[in-house]
């Protein structure tokens, strides 16, 4: 299958501060990623969906000025969470389309778990 | 009403048995169908997709998929430790990119 990875895989930061968390595609090339968020015992809610070379499509009630996504190139998105207080702390998941295929699938990395302090 | 409806769990099963897993959706536009695993602490892993009608297995897996009661199901045969973890259903709508999370049945098999 294909492989996602994500940098770093926590990260503790302090309230005010900015995060920067990556998501490669390492065996394939990427041209749409997801970015989701997990806080715990609940399921994934997609933040946003992130397109090479073009803006990100926020989803309702996600701020598009404290979430900012960068889709650079065919196998890197980021995503900064700007000014992180400690209600943002949680489990932050990247997903890559895979290209190629008539059927698509979505491969996850194995996530970040920010900590805000 | 939510969008893709699992029951929470936990499930038990002992170890060799059948784990049934359920998943019903709302949205009659949702064309693929996908199960995820996901260990405490980890991201979801891929086990399965399902498009059409009916059983789709793949090793101790099968997906069965019935779009007129919208629901999908998955069993796991043979059910072992190792397969306690949460199971993610998801669905996706013809042509779109969005994926739609329930939010997971916790399997526990028991020794």
């Known amino acids: 299958g294909a492989v996602v990875s994500q940098h770093p895989s926590w990260v503790i930061c302090k309230s005010g501060t900015s995060v920067k968390i990556e998501c490669r595609s390492l065996?394939?090339?990427?041209?749409?990623m997801f970015w989701y968020r997990q806080f715990p015992k609940q399921s994934l809610m997609l933040m946003a969906t992130?397109?090479?070379?073009?803006?990100?499509?926020?989803e309702q009630g996600v701020e598009k000025d404290k979430f900012l996504i960068n889709h650079a190139s065919l196998t890197l998105s980021t995503l900064t969470v700007t000014s992180a207080h400690p209600e943002d702390s949680s489990f932050y998941i990247c997903s890559a389309k895979v290209r190629d295929r008539l059927m698509w699938e979505q491969y996850f990395g194995p996530g970040t778990r920010l900590t805000v302090t | 009403q939510k969008e893709v409806e699992q029951n929470s769990g936990p499930l038990s099963v002992p170890e060799g048995a059948i784990a049934s897993l359920n998943c019903t959706y709302s949205d009659r536009g949702s064309q693929s169908f996908f199960w995820y695993r996901q260990y405490s602490g980890k991201s979801p892993e891929l086990i399965m997709f399902i498009y059409s009608n009916g059983d789709k297995e793949d090793g101790r897996f099968t997906a069965q998929l019935n779009k007129a009661s919208q629901y999908v199901s998955l069993l796991i045969r043979d059910s072992q430790p190792s397969d306690s973890a949460t199971y993610l259903c998801a669905v996706k709508r013809g042509g779109g990119n969005k994926l739609t999370f329930g939010t997971g049945t916790q399997l526990k098999v028991e020794l």
């Open positions: 065996d394939f090339q990427a041209t749409t």
């Open positions: 992130s397109n090479e070379g073009s803006k990100a499509t926020y």
